[in-house]
């Protein structure tokens, strides 16, 4: 009987998923073009994973660090840059075994996750799907950092952790995500699409 089985990708099998899969499975002004993908992937910033039984795709992510190091290091929080099941396999149980296997293999400090934010969806229906995405992930074992105000080309997130060590603080939390987005995008859209900040509450003066 054959099993599921992690693979690293080359930059032709990238190449290729990107146009049999990623374009269709993210909104257009979510899915950076496939030059910088792959540029990334070359630099060893970005490592992608597809997740195979037989020779078929199932599942696969993208992740980034935040600086150049094989492989991920220790010391550092990764994020989960693109992550989905494809098409005609899901609601079978495959993107939870798929992201359980590839958390329990990596030896990085934690991964981050973005969701976006529920308070801010266009409708209810959009809402209940973003709600459910936190459950899947927290039903993973990761944790909402409360307190972090993230915002990236106009596009509100919250952010969850994945970590075998204690969560990491809000400052922690902050660095790490301007870190991976300072490798991700130039200077000049870093600066003006990307922003990472404590929220303030209510009781608080500015």
Known sequence: MSEYRIEELSAR????????????????DELRPLPMLLE?????ISMAYGWYKDKELYAYAILT????????GADSYVLLDY???CRGFRGQGVGS???ET?????????ILFEVEDPQEAASEEERAVRVRRIHFYERLG????????ARVFGVAFRILVWSRQKLPSLAETIGAMEQIY?????PELFCKNCFFERKVKSDETV
């Open 40 to 44: 990334k992937q070359a630099q060893g």
């Open 182 to 186: 300072h490798q991700l995008l130039p």
């Open 65 to 72: 660090q935040p600086e150049k190091r094989q492989p991920y």
């Open 97 to 99: 075994a798929f992201l």
């Open 142 to 149: 990761c944790r909402m950092i409360e307190g972090v105000q």
């Open 83 to 85: 992550y989905a099941v």
């Open 13 to 28: 099998e990238l190449r290729l998923l990107y146009e049999e899969h990623m374009r269709a499975d993210f909104p257009e």
């Open 102 to 110: 590839l958390l329990a293999g990596l030896t990085c400090k934690g």
